[in-house]
């Protein structure tokens, strides 16, 4: 399978873009981060006033519409639509103009997305269109292909024409940390020469709301102060933030990108990945394994803890997830936790699910090419429990050279890359 591998070829990011809770394209989702915003409101685009839970993190001002023709706007879920746009800032971000390609240029680029959900509020819709007595008439014919997760990256293959590989990859919050790392594999094993790869994410629905607010992990004490609402690591933390978003990059094999003349934000050069074998949403207390998701990727890497110069961390504000992520980056970084700068861009952003690892990257790399870290916002009082350096409130200057990312998922999953300025 592998006959004609030889060595490892250097991946690195050349376009990025994205729609965000803070903003629409890369320099808005920046400037956003640095100036600790926060994109928690309470949410408008269903009724809301018989649930426990009020607020999410949804993108605003966002024309849907025009990233898809007319007659397929019935036929696609949100994430569609978002994970275009993101894409197309990615290409032209890039440098590079798909409409201009040749077939064999087109073979040369492939697709690989992270989701959670899909088009699972899609479906929602459909159900109360079949279940409510409305016109059929309204149901799209495509219900079940647009259902399914693996026709998202058909989506963006099909609207760019790009003819490599498309795959989708769905493991929970850690799917598009996963996605990104596939890719980055295909182009070092020389299997495409481009990947389209990041994440997409839009689980604002009633049903879905409701199951969350089953699992009791959505907090419920900050609907009059949706801003206040993500507050990772900080002691009065009660429950995560449900957001959603799309942040998409271009990842081009070293040398081909240099012989174009590109701009490149970071190398990725470590991937690690492991799985608690726990409980289906729980960690296990220690972080044992995500420490090892995040030694391994190290370890890949060929760095040691203290060349890391910047965290971005899972960091959900959930009282559990919090403390052991703590612990499992005091195994992973030993007596080096204490002076690495580390941000958890959920605390502006909600949580967007399986988009959480590409929205970390995103945020990982604004510090490397700003000069500035993002800032853990609403943590006003740090958790005892929770006692490394977040960077609270402001942004801090810093200069990143490698960065860490860190995502714990459902299922007991773990990853982690590791970047690096190039």
Known sequence: MLSSFKAPRR??????????????GREAFWAGLQRGESGVRR???????????????????????????AKDR????????????????????????CEKLSVEERREIGVEIGTGGGGLPFVEDHYAIWYNGRSHSKAS?????AATHGTLSSELSMAFGLRGLSHVVSTGCTSSTDAIAYAAQHIALGRQGVMLA???DAPLAPGILAGFNLLTVLTTDWNDEPERASRPFTRNRSGMVLGEGSWIYVLEEF?????????????????????????RVRLQEGGDEPARAMALAMADAGVGPSEIDYVNLHGTSTVLNDRIETNALKLALNCNSQRIPMSATK?????????????????ALCAMH??????????????????????????????VRTALCNCIGFGSKNSALVVQRV
């Open 198 to 200: 990041g994440g997409v």
């Open 74 to 97: 019935k036929h696609v879920p949100r994430t569609v639509p978002l994970a275009l746009a993101a894409a197309r800032e990615a290409f032209t971000d890039a440098g590079i103009e």
């Open 370 to 399: 700003t000069g500035l870290v993002p800032p853990t916002i609403n943590l006003d009082e740090p958790d005892p429990d929770c006692d490394l350096d977040y960077v609270p409130l402001q942004a801090r200057e810093a200069d």
């Open 43 to 69: 949410i408008e685009s269903f009724d809301v006033s018989d649930s426990p839970v009020k607020i999410a993190a949804q993108v605003r001002d966002f024309d849907w519409e025009a990233q898809l023709s």
């Open 255 to 279: 040398e081909r990108a240099k012989q174009r003349g590109a701009k490149v934000y970071a190398e990725i050069i470590g991937y690690g990945s492991t799985c608690d074998a726990y409980h």
């Open 11 to 24: 991946v690195v990011i050349t376009g990025m873009g994205c729609v965000t809770p803070i903003g629409i």
């Open 141 to 145: 014919v495509y219900i079940i292909p």
């Open 347 to 363: 605390s502006q952003i909600g949580h967007p699910q399986g988009a959480s690892g590409a929205a970390g990257l995103g945020a």
